[in-house]
């Protein structure tokens, strides 16, 4: 578990520090389901850049065993959420996708059917997928699965080229489909099934993973009646029109911290690991933005970026936690640079970087990258005829990142990085 502390924020986090208690269930699961509904139902209204109409998408996974209470913590998230936002979870939500083309088909089906009912082609659906290891067994044979996941993501275009409507002939088109996922995974599947493959070419750092742990048995567990007029209000403002999101100066700045903590997180962390954290700093604007919504505002402040900060490092915790001891399928061999500084460490005399690049499949270039980013030292040794010999030794200092900041040496890189 992370030992990470959440800050549960405005009317949302309030209702689920009253909720969780009396459910006897982590208040962070049902925090995370909640602002995954939440996302979905704004997401038509609420724009992070009004050139491509893109939306602060938040999709999230809960992760934890069986018994610990995935299915209380979603009843819990439901019963915050029902009067804001009820009837949208109900004609929005579907249950898993297990295909690339079925998830263009059900939002083209939708697309259509609200057009014509109201004159409005809604894209909005949450996929609720409580069985997420069947679906990614399922998608593992679907090469269209991952794409169609990042481009709905950023709000683009998804397209089934080869489904035809019935009386014009053409294919399917959705522009700027807004598709939020909330999945639930226990560890061990998380181990299994989770491929290295699938999250380096993006489309698992889309996810938001939480790891939840069992809560001390409550003798009568209930659910408490919650005041979430404030949370009525504020989406009733949000139906009223369309809203674009600004960083106030002090939040800009802190973006600009976070985008370079995320780099030397990146760094720090080997690739079987930072592959699901590429976009942590674009995850925090927008859980940012969610949370400043719900207290119907459009300027994202200091506030709500610590609190967006303090849920996505909590998720970040998560995706280390769950990426540690088990390398998962699908892991990639260790990098040539890996495989250097573990021959430096069993030789701190050093190694000539002829045979040392024998020994790990480095090239030239890749010693000389390293020494130039502060890993390892090269001493140029003459002493006779012939070529010199290019000494490699691990630097006993910290290791530096490009900007030439010390790289983290423990517990959460990210939010370490931004010295809060």
């Known amino acids: 578990m992370t030992g990470r502390e959440v800050i549960f924020y405005g009317p949302i986090g309030e209702a689920v520090e009253q909720v969780a208690p009396a459910m006897g269930v982590d208040p962070v699961g049902i925090y995370t389901a909640c602002l995954s509904m939440w996302s979905m139902a704004i997401s038509d209204r609420i724009f992070m850049d009004p050139r491509r109409k893109r939306s602060p998408l938040v999709s999230t996974v809960l992760v934890a065993g069986t018994g610990v209470g995935k299915n209380q913590v979603l009843q ?68 269209s699965y991952g794409s169609k996941i990042r481009q709905a993501w950023d709000c683009e275009t998804l397209r089934n080229t080869n489904k035809r409507k019935s009386n014009n002939d053409r294919p399917q088109v959705v522009h700027g489909a807004r598709v939020v996922f909330h999945c639930h995974i226990t560890p061990e599947d998380w181990a299994q099934y989770v491929s290295f493959k699938e999250a380096a070419g993006g489309s698992f750092n889309r996810y938001l993973p939480a790891l939840i742990q069992e809560m001390p048995l409550v003798r009568r567990p209930a659910m408490p009646e919650v005041d979430t007029s404030d949370l009525v209000a504020a989406f ?26 995320e780099r030397i997180l990146l760094k720090s962390l080997p690739a079987h690991q930072n592959v699901y954290l590429s976009r942590t700093a674009e995850q925090v604007r927008r859980v940012a933005a969610l949370l400043a919504c719900s207290v119907g505002e459009t300027h994202i402040s200091l506030d709500h970026m610590h609190a967006a900060v303090s849920f996505v490092g909590y998720s970040v915790d998560s995706v280390l936690t769950l990426t540690r001891d088990t390398p998962g399928r699908g892991r990639p061999k260790s990098k040539p640079e890996e495989r250097v500084v573990a021959e430096l460490t069993a030789h701190p005399g050093g190694i000539p970087s002829a045979k040392l690049q024998r020994m790990t499949g480095a090239h030239a270039a890749d010693l000389d990258h390293m020494a130039n980013e502060g890993l390892i030292t090269i001493e140029v040794i003459k002493d006779g005829p012939g070529r010199p010999t290019r000494l490699c030794r691990l630097n006993k200092g ?23």
Not at 80 to 109: C, F, N, P, Q
Not at 253 to 258: A, I, M, N, S, T
Request: cysteine-free; overall charge negative.
């Open 236 to 261: 009733d403002w949000i139906r009223g029109g369309e809203h674009v999101m600004r960083l106030s100066k002090e939040a800009d700045h802190l973006d600009w911290v976070l985008r370079r903590a």
């Open 398 to 420: 910290p290791r530096k990142s490009a900007a030439g900041t010390p790289m983290p040496s423990g517990g959460n890189p990210f939010l370490q990085a931004l010295g809060i």
């Open 76 to 143: 819990g998230a439901r019963h915050i959420m029902e009067d804001s936002i009820g009837v949208d979870l109900k004609i929005r939500e579907t249950s898993a996708i297990t295909s690339g083309a079925a998830l263009v088909d059900y939002l083209y089906d939708q697309m259509e059917a609200t057009e014509e009912a109201s004159g409005y082609p809604d894209k909005r659906v949450l996929v609720l997928d409580e069985e997420w290891k069947e679906t990614l067994i399922t998608v593992a044979r679907d090469r």
